[in-house]
Nanobody, 128 residues
Framework: QVQLAESGGGSVQAGGSLRLSCVVS????????MAWFRQAPGKEREGVAS???????????DYADSVKGRFTISRDDAKNTLWLTMNSLKPEDTGVYYC??????????????????WGQGTQVTVSS
């Protein structure tokens, strides 16, 4: 069983930055795919970014169009931590952010919330 714990959320003005972290209870080397999702009030959970191993690349990243160029997903193996660095935040980025993980190799996508392990979420609020 993998446990995930997010932190780093908060309230910022538009244009500001936040850095979310997700600490993994197990060796992050054993986690093939990790992703960030978010859920705004009254809306479905949507994928934001994913990271998986691809050859020697330990952080092959993909992003939703809505965050591309503003958000960066990364892994810190030494700290068993997944990061989401968010710059140029917009009010539409507001929501609860969740990290998710899967050990299943060969497939990694934030297009579907089909992950076996989830964190409890951290609130991000961006005011205009």
């Amino acid at each position: 069983q993998v446990q995930l714990a997010e932190s780093g959320g908060g309230s910022v003005q538009a244009g500001g930055s936040l850095r979310l972290s997700c600490v993994v209870s197990d060796d992050i080397w054993s986690i093939y795919c990790m992703a960030w999702f978010r859920q705004a009030p009254g809306k479905e959970r949507e994928g934001v970014a994913s990271s998986h191993y691809l050859g020697v690349d330990r952080n092959h990243a993909d992003y939703a169009d809505s965050v591309k160029g503003r958000f960066t997903i990364s892994r810190d193996d030494a700290k068993n931590t997944l990061w989401l660095t968010m710059n140029s935040l917009k009010p539409e980025d507001t929501g609860v952010y969740y990290c998710a993980a899967s050990r299943v190799a060969g497939y990694c996508s934030f297009a579907s919330p089909n992950f076996p392990y989830w964190g409890q979420g951290t609130q991000v609020t961006v005011s205009s």
